[in-house]
């Protein structure tokens, strides 16, 4: 036994001095703006519906690459309510997407994809069918919000889409209770919209944009992050100290997470494909669980291709990357949401269920 | 053993399969609708685009549904929460239109529709969210129509708002109005077949395909699945198009306009996986009807439901009856193609089928099959 401790000991040496490695090679910051619009080309709009009554919200939010971004997906979780997602398979014909829509709505939300086909075609931006006409190609995902402080019936249309699409640019990016994130839950806190971005070494840039509203919670019983060991810089203004709150449940069946994360690389669908598994992993990461029977967890990946390298050896370090970037975007999400006190709508934010940490 | 034992042996394994336990004729619509439990409802635009949706239903619930995507460029809506191991587990209501991509807003009207009836799946409070899988395939622009002309939200709620059982319209109607197959007019096409033991299984489909479903010489691929005349003393010929009219030669517009979407529906109570393995089987019925098929630039899509008026269980060996019934569903799929071709009408910009080749149709009383 001691000689196979030391044996293994000296594996983990070997094992310790391979990712010290592979880190340097792959030193990360946040891009400018810590946003996926830090990838050039990304914009995003979002439309946000408070009910003035309740406070109840709910929104869309669009990521748009006007000159398209070869896309991909991974479903993971086991309620989806989806658009446009098989065409995404690698073996199918269009390579590239215009924009992806996130929304809120449950899959009466996926009505607000309408609005922004009619957004683009307007434009001019979709895949050429013929002269002067095209057909915007717009995966879409929802998450499941409506009644909640609100009446079932409020939810986005394709007007949401249209809107959040002509709302649409670069710069910063909104989080907390916006766009898809406004009526958004998670754990039992208040879940939202976050978004963060990472400038790799080697010039890539990756973003991640993510409506949190999932079954399983972001942080452990003392209110520590489960994917706050990701922080870049000090992205995370969390005090260290230990404090917990009663944290109510969740209703397990009626969730959804939701993302988008886009890269400067040149990807093919299949190459795209695997960085959407590989980004998969930071939800796994940031929520315990995720991709439960009530959340429809879905990723799309859009990668504009301005870099335009061969990105054949670039895959691993560019879906690790993803994962981490994603991981942060629900870090950001959770931070950024708000409480809502309005009459008999009460969800607190986890800035309100662990004021100590937030303090700083 | 000898040769002959052998001989015996097969004849009677092929036997047990193929009849008599299973005689097959067409319901008496021959259509989808005479599956218990299915209604359809179209609405068909001017110029001609449309919607067609087929709703299915068991004691005011959904049913089981599957799909099988397998065309190149699909246009697409709830296909992923089909997969077996997702958590709901009913469909209410499929969706096939016309508008490529544009068309998937139809699903929208659906939606509004059938929660205006409560109709969907429980989400607490009385509240419901319909199920409403959708698949499109392309025909704006045809035919001088303006490329934005094409089914929205109203067309959906139109088509769902018609909705019944009993006779199906065919031809240039609902999904099918614009459609398009291998150069001549094509359109929206259904059938059934009865089974032994009640097992009924019947298929619709508006039929826009890169493939044409004829060969050199004009004849239909899926002919010899006939039954009961239903296509009406189709001749074989030899000859092509008659003299001064050629076969098309490409799909107008160009390769990227088609796709042939599909239903098949049967009365047996069927789980989500075995739903996904009829939805597979089916599709075979589109590969022996079109050719080629599920190319790169056909968005090739075919949803399967059972409506559970009967009991797997009921039917023995569920795997061999699950082989039985998705047989029958791709043999079903296939006539429903024929159907469409028959039934559509010539446009001022395409011919139909029974005017480019009237030597095989010139016995055939139109819409005298059904």
């Not at chain 1, 922004?116 to 069918?129: D, R, S, T, Y």
């Not at chain 1, 995902?141 to 002509?166: K, W």
């Amino acid at each position: 036994m001691i000689r196979d401790r030391r044996a293994s000991s000296s594996a983990c040496a070997a094992a310790v001095f391979t990712l010290v490695s592979v880190s340097a090679s792959w030193a990360q910051t946040p891009g400018p703006l810590n946003a996926i619009t830090d990838v050039p080309g990304i914009e995003v709009g979002q439309y946000t519906s408070t009910d003035s009554k309740s406070g109840g919200g709910t929104g869309t939010t669009v990521v748009v690459s006007r000159a398209g971004a070869v896309g991909g997906v991974s479903q993971r979780g086991g309620a989806p309510g989806t658009r446009e997602t098989d065409l995404l398979r690698p073996e199918n014909l269009v390579e590239k997407v215009n924009a992806v829509v996130l929304s809120g709505g449950s899959a009466y939300g996926l009505a607000a994809a309408d609005g922004v086909m009619l957004c683009l075609e307007a434009q001019g931006i979709g895949f050429p069918v013929g002269p002067n006409q095209v057909v915007p190609i717009v995966p879409s995902a929802i998450l499941f919000d409506p009644g909640r402080c609100a009446p079932f019936s409020r939810r986005p249309d394709a007007s949401f889409g249209l809107a959040a699409c002509n709302a649409a640019s670069g710069g910063p990016v909104q989080q907390g209770n916006v766009g898809a994130g406004a009526g958004a839950r998670s754990g039992g806190s208040k879940g939202g919209l976050g978004t963060a971005s990472t400038v790799l070494s080697n010039g890539i840039i990756v973003g991640a944009i993510v409506a949190v509203n999932s079954s399983g919670r972001t942080f452990d019983a003392e209110g520590n992050f489960y994917a706050g060991f990701l922080e870049l810089g000090n992205e995370f203004p969390l005090a260290p100290t230990t404090g917990a709150d009663v944290v109510p449940p969740s209703n397990l069946l009626q969730n959804t997470t939701i993302a988008v994360v886009a890269t400067s690389a040149r990807l093919t669908k299949a190459q795209a494909t695997k960085v959407a598994q590989m980004a998969d992993d930071g939800l796994a990461r940031a929520i315990k669980p995720s991709h439960g029977v009530g959340d429809g967890d879905t990723i799309f990946v859009m990668a504009t291709g301005t870099d335009t390298r061969d990105a054949t050896n670039l895959v691993n370090g560019i879906g690790s990357a993803a994962a981490d970037t994603l991981s942060r975007a629900v870090v950001h999400a959770i931070l950024a949401a708000q409480s809502i006190h309005v009459d008999s709508c009460n969800v607190k934010s986890y800035c309100e269920q662990f004021s100590q940490k937030c303090a700083k | 053993m000898k040769a002959s034992d052998v001989c015996a042996v097969v004849f009677v394994a092929l036997s047990s399969v193929a009849s008599p336990g299973w005689a097959q004729v067409p319901g008496p619509n021959n259509a989808i609708t005479d599956v218990p439990g299915i209604r359809v409802g179209h609405f068909t635009g001017n110029p001609l685009t449309g919607t067609t949706v087929v709703i299915a239903e068991k004691g005011g619930q959904g049913v089981a549904g599957g799909v099988s995507q397998r065309g190149g460029a699909p246009g697409t809506r709830e296909t992923d929460l089909l997969r077996p191991e997702n958590l709901v587990q009913i469909v209410n209501a499929i969706t096939l239109s016309g508008g490529s991509a544009y068309g998937l807003a139809a699903a929208s009207g659906v939606m509004q529709c059938l929660e205006g009836q409560g109709v969907g799946f429980p989400v607490g409070g009385g509240n419901v969210v319909p199920i409403v899988p959708t698949a499109i395939l392309f025909d704006p622009g045809r035919c001088g129509a303006p490329f934005n002309y094409r089914p929205n939200f109203s067309f959906g709620l139109a088509a769902c708002s018609a909705a019944r059982s009993g006779p199906v319209q065919e031809g240039n109607v609902g999904a099918g109005a614009g459609a398009v197959s291998g150069g001549v007019k094509g359109g929206l096409g259904t059938a059934s077949v009865v089974l032994d033991k009640g097992v009924i299984v019947g298929a619709i489909v508006p039929l826009t395909s890169v493939g044409s479903t004829f060969d050199a010489n004009g004849n239909l691929y899926a002919a010899p699945l006939e039954l009961a005349g239903e296509f009406g003393n189709l001749i074989p010929i030899q000859s092509g198009p008659p003299p001064g009219m050629s076969r098309p030669a490409a799909v107008p517009g160009g390769l990227l306009r088609n796709t042939t979407i599909a239903v098949v529906a049967t009365n047996v109570e069927l789980t989500k996986t075995q739903a996904t393995k009829i939805a597979q089987m089916a599709d075979d019925g589109l590969a022996r009807a079109i050719k080629p098929t599920h190319t790169p630039y056909d968005g090739d899509t075919v949803f399967a439901l059972g409506t559970g008026r009967i009991s797997m269980a009921s039917l023995g060996d569920p795997a061999f009856a699950e082989y039985l019934i998705g047989s029958a569903a791709a043999d079903t799929l296939s006539r429903a193609v024929v159907h469409a071709i028959l039934s559509a009408d010539s446009t001022s910009c395409e011919k139909s089928y029974c005017d480019l080749f009237p030597n095989a149709c010139r016995n055939r009383k139109k819409g005298a099959q059904k």
